[in-house]
Nanobody
Framework: QVQLVESGGGLVQPGGSLRLSCAAS????????VGWFRQAPGQAREFVAG????????SYADSMKGRFSISRADAANTVYLQMNSLKSEDTAVYYC???????????????????WGQGTQVTVSS
């Protein structure tokens, strides 16, 4: 079983940066694929970024490439999402999620993930 808790959201001006954290409990997290998703009001949840079990493979949605960076610190059981050059359209609730099982590929579809955090709000506004 894995429990996920996101933090680091808040209000930031356009062009600013935030770093989101996803802290996990459970030893199986260290072998889990972790993804970040987001959901804006009235819109479907969308894939943001993902990282494989040992951190040597990452994947990003096209609109986040070059601006967002995902990383993991297994000693701290934490996955991070560094977000730079934020735009108003990045405003959403951001969720981290984990896939159960070992050596799975990064998935971009939310129903491929088994565990979810409660989300953290990111608002980009002047």
């Amino acid at each position: 079983q894995v429990q996920l808790v996101e933090s680091g959201g808040g209000l930031v001006q356009p062009g600013g940066s935030l770093r989101l954290s996803c802290a996990a409990s459970g030893r199986t997290f260290r072998r889990a694929v972790v993804g970040w998703f987001r959901q804006a009001p009235g819109q479907a949840r969308e894939f943001v970024a993902g990282i494989n079990w040992n951190g040597d493979s990452t994947s990003y949605a096209d609109s986040m490439k070059g601006r967002f960076s995902i990383s993991r610190a297994d000693a701290a059981n934490t996955v991070y999402l560094q977000m730079n050059s934020l735009k108003s359209e990045d405003t959403a609730v951001y969720y981290c999620a984990a896939r159960s099982g070992w050596l799975l590929p990064i998935a971009k579809i939310d129903h491929e993930y088994d565990y979810w955090g409660q989300g953290t709000q990111v608002t980009v506004s002047s």
